[in-house]
């Protein structure tokens, strides 16, 4: 019988928010020079190549995070449904973000998902700070750019409401 490798969970659980950011990255390419160019940000607006190596560095720190809730409450099981129910759900408005901005242009939408990705978000760290401190610290760089972001989706979303 084959074991899995001790390195492979916190490899896989580490890797793992990469994927929706690989996928959602695809559509983001296709319409910052063809629809995002075209809208009024804010001078506060961080260059557009700042974006993909913070969300590098947030996605491998969450994803270690969820690893060592994971590990501490020694894998999937009943103890692990809230915390690790939370973080999925995080994980999937956080994806969900991208086709709904990006893809469907609806930034009201985009906004409304965000603010949702900050409470699920903010409830994970809640969640996991009694179980492994250091795994609820790897997400608060996390809910600081949630916030960021949320105040410039508001932003692009008030100044181009009559763009089409």
Request: with cysteine; hydrophobic share 45%; glycine share 10%.
């Amino acid at each position: 019988m084959e074991v899995v490798p001790a390195w492979a969970p916190a490899v896989g659980f580490t890797l793992l928010p990469h994927a929706g950011g690989f996928l959602g990255s695809n559509i983001t390419k296709r319409e910052i020079p063809t629809w995002y160019e075209t809208l009024q940000k804010p001078s506060w607006c961080p260059p557009n190549w700042v974006f993909a190596p913070v969300w590098g560095s947030l996605y491998t720190s969450m994803g270690y995070g969820s690893y060592l809730v994971w590990k501490e409450l020694g894998g999937f099981n009943e103890k692990s449904v809230v915390p690790l129910g939370l973080y999925a759900g995080n994980l999937a408005l956080n994806w969900a973000w991208t086709p709904i901005f990006f893809g469907a242009h609806k930034m009201g939408w985009g906004l409304v998902t965000l603010l949702l990705t900050t409470g699920t978000a903010t409830a994970t760290i809640a969640s996991w700070y009694n179980i492994n401190r250091t795994a609820a610290y790897l997400m608060v760089p996390y809910l600081a750019w949630l916030s960021l972001a949320s105040a410039l989706n508001y932003r692009i979303w008030k100044d181009n409401r009559n763009k089409k």
